[in-house]
């Protein structure tokens, strides 16, 4: 009896001996798994990562991509400004006057002066031959700023360039506006005030550039005088003048205010007006050519 319980005893032992190896197996095997798992979690992680990582080079191409086409677009334009559009500037007079004479316009038996001497100020005593370069040097300079280009009839004071002649260096470069910078005189010191020129609408020699002329010189008279506050005069529409008569291209001339008018004529010389006064301009130039 006892051997048979020993027997027992030691059988019942293997069996939970065997039991609790199975036991530990399983164990082993969940924790074979949840590593495995964990393994595969925080691969996953990874990969997402990646995943992440390659969709954000992608868009950060297309945003490149797309900053590029903006870019070309951007420069389209100013491109187009600085290869398209000329605007010649001419300082009105030269150092001394050109009384010999020249006609008014094509095929006219009318003769004029090719270059009169211009006025001067009452109160800065300063040939208008020379505050007309200042302005027109300083017009030049924003002008090109703007993007435009800008071809100067005259840079120095001794010159010797007469009014047709002036137009003919506008024509031969087909600018696309021709602006004549001019100061004016009157005997009646009390007068001030700007105005542009342009030809009539039956100007016999260039009418068919009347109503660009026209509307350039409305464009710089309106621009000018917000700019300055000064007084508006007009546009006036002559066929006496043959620096315009002469011209195939749209064209106007400026008369800035009034160098028989003690204060006018002082402001003129200022910094800060003529600054103003060449801002009214390209304005107007710019109103002109972008319509
Ligand atoms: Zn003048």
Known sequence: MIKRKIIILLIVCMITSILSACKKDDNTKKTNDNESKKVEETKK??????????????EKDKNKEQEQVKEKESEKPEEKKEKNKTIAIDAGHQQTGDPSKEPVGPNSSQMKAKVASGTSGVATKKPEYKLTLEVALKLQAELEKRGYNVLMIRKTHDVNISNKERADIANEANVDAFIRIHANGSDNSSTTGAMTICQTESNPYNAD?????????????????????????????????????????????????????????KLMSTEDYQDKMVMGMANGLEKFLDS
């Open 45 to 58: 992680p990874e990969d997402n990562n990646l995943e992440k990582e390659k969709e954000q080079e992608k």
């Open 209 to 265: 550039m009347w109503s660009k002329s026209k509307l350039l010189s409305e464009c710089v008279l309106d621009s000018f005088v917000e700019a300055t506050n000064c007084k508006r005069e007009k546009v006036w529409q002559t066929d006496t003048m043959s620096g315009i008569n002469w011209a195939k291209v749209p064209v106007t001339i400026i008369e800035m205010g009034y160098m028989s008018n003690p204060d006018e004529d």
